[in-house]
């Protein structure tokens, strides 16, 4: 019988089984239900779908009985659509569905939550334009009362953010001792409850080791949500990982806030700063100062503060992670030196640690794969995963890759597009040439250069930029094809298997919807290496 198998054997049938199967097993016996009950609800999500709403309202009210077996075994918690549409002629199960939500939500889902005595980590969505709002302090109220509960994840969408009431919005204020907080918001946050709800549950959570704060205001100017230096007050020395997104950085005091063990930086701003109080400067020369040593850095918005961040970025070495995303300097020349110097100081200075690199430009520049970032990369011996922007490069350049690998590797190509400088055989200048054994590879096509200054003129004045239908399918349409032409230049590709053990496992280019291309050596067909379409594991 199963129940006489040694632990160990029967953990390993268990993590193979279907959740169906899990379920069906559990209801057998009691050594069952002990057993798999961890395996089955140890990451439970909360939802009112469509589909068996009824069901599930009446399921939580069970689950809230003081002999329910399930809650104990919870760690993580996922809390999101608390709501049902309604529809403009209501049937009658519809009608019984709301009159148990504002119960259920109130009495039963807080009963539920208090007896999750081993609970970790919360991942809660709320959505301020359908959700109730009644059911908060209750929920917040349960949640706060954990002792074990370490992680909180907040997201808050809405579509009106500025005339919200505070009372829509789940009270942080109750929570403390947490390790890790992230606080999403669609739009700025409003400054009340930046000061009396986020401020509050950091200064009550002293071994915080993980903290993000997104306020999602890319399209309009950050008014509300208020400094870094007001969420944090002073140092917190146990503070690892720090994630900004649209979040104020005034000169004063960064250096004060600062925690030396901070090992994972990601900050985003608009393109150079604009419209935020974000010194971009002033917070690489104080991480210089602190001697503080990134070993994760991923910044958005940095561009007019570009030669201090490469001064921090070789006062020290070990980094292992960097992203440098959507980038677009003021004018080519600024881009083009720029790109020059990161590809031939920055990036050598790294070469023994970096294992992670994404270089995302928005326009065609020296930052794109080419002539100038290729010699740096192949210094990169640990590089394992890489997004790189890519444009067209010089005919020569390209002619003498594709040659070479010809010549020596024996590697065909076809389906190549004309000239061989193309934009649409990047992948092939890439396997051709970059002797890294990467294991992921991203492609990103950047914009054309001619488009910057319409870019940079709206980015100036906050303006939306404004084209005519027939422009915006045009831009639409060059994407989508050249995407789909870099893929068949990637299945046209074959290789001996000893000239391509190099190559990435798995390539894609920047649309999702796009299949990943898969490498595939098949013995059957001769030793030779390929790409196929195929899904990431």
């Known amino acids: 019988m199963l129940t006489s198998l040694p632990p160990e054997i029967l953990c390993l049938i268990l993590d193979r089984l279907p959740k169906g199967a899990l379920l069906s097993l559990r209801a057998t016996c009691k050594a069952f239900l002990h057993a798999i009950t961890p395996h ?68 039963y889902f807080p009963s539920f939550i208090s007896m999750m005595r081993n609970l970790k980590t919360v991942c809660w969505t709320h959505d301020v334009d359908r959700d109730p709002s009644d059911y908060l302090i209750s929920t917040a109220g349960a949640l706060s009362s954990l002792p074990s509960l370490k992680t909180l994840m907040v997201k808050i969408n809405d579509s009106l953010i500025s005339k919200i ?125 602190t001697g503080i040593k990134l070993s994760m850095l991923e910044v958005s918005g940095t561009e007019n503060a570009i030669d201090k961040m490469f001064t921090y970025l070789l006062s020290y070495t070990g980094l292992q992670k960097l992203a440098v995303r959507k980038l677009q300097m003021d004018t080519q020349e600024m881009e083009d030196k720029a790109g020059q110097r990161f590809w031939r100081k920055v990036i050598p200075h790294h070469r023994n640690s970096l294992t992670t690199l994404s270089i995302e430009s928005t326009f065609e520049s020296e930052w794109c794969y080419g002539p100038c970032a290729v010699p740096g990369l192949r210094r990169c011996l640990s590089l394992r995963d890489l997004t790189i922007s890519v444009c067209s490069v010089p005919l020569f350049w390209a002619k003498k890759k594709l040659s070479w690998a010809r010549k020596h590797s024996k590697i065909e190509f076809h389906g190549l597009q004309e000239p061989d400088g193309a934009v649409e055989n990047c992948g092939a200048w890439i396997l051709s040439d970059i002797n890294l054994p990467l294991e992921k590879l991203r492609l990103m096509i950047a914009g ?69 291309l ?16 195929g899904k990431e594991k």
């Open 40 to 107: 089955v609800f140890s990451d439970v999500c909360f939802s009112l779908r469509d589909i068996d709403t009824h069901h599930r309202l009446k399921c939580l009210q069970s689950l809230s009985n003081p002999s329910c077996t399930i809650a104990p075994y919870v760690i993580k918690l996922h809390i999101e659509r608390l709501y049902i549409y309604t529809y403009t002629f209501p049937s009658a199960d519809s009608v019984l569905v709301n009159s148990l939500i504002p119960t259920v939500l109130s009495e």
């Open 165 to 289: 009431p505070q009372s829509a919005f789940p009270p942080l204020r109750n929570f403390k001792n947490l390790c890790k907080l992230s606080v999403y918001f669609a739009h700025d946050i409003p400054r009340k409850y930046c000061l009396q709800e986020i401020t509050t549950v950091i200064n009550a959570s002293p071994g915080l080791t993980d903290l993000s704060i997104h306020a999602c205001a890319s399209t309009s100017k950050t008014v509300q949500c208020t400094s870094l230096q007001r969420f944090l007050q002073k140092s917190r020395p146990e503070l690892a990982q720090l994630k900004l997104v649209y979040v104020p950085l005034p000169n004063a005091g960064i250096r004060d806030i600062l925690s030396h063990k901070l090992q994972q930086l990601s900050v985003s701003t608009r393109p150079g700063g604009r419209d935020i109080e974000f010194d971009w400067g002033q917070l690489w020369s104080a991480l210089r100062e």
């Open 448 to 516: 054309l250069a001619t488009c910057r200054t319409e870019r940079i003129d709206h980015l100036n004045r906050n303006a939306r930029i404004l084209s005519s239908p027939r422009r915006y399918r045009e831009g639409i349409g060059r994407n989508q094809r050249l995407r789909t032409r870099i893929n068949e230049v990637l299945l046209g590709i074959r290789a001996p298997a000893a000239k391509s053990t190099n190559w990435p496992s798995v390539v894609q280019t920047d649309l999702p919807s796009m299949p990943l």
């Open 518 to 533: 898969q490498k595939s050596c098949d013995p059957n067909e001769g030793g030779i290496c390929h790409y196929r379409n």
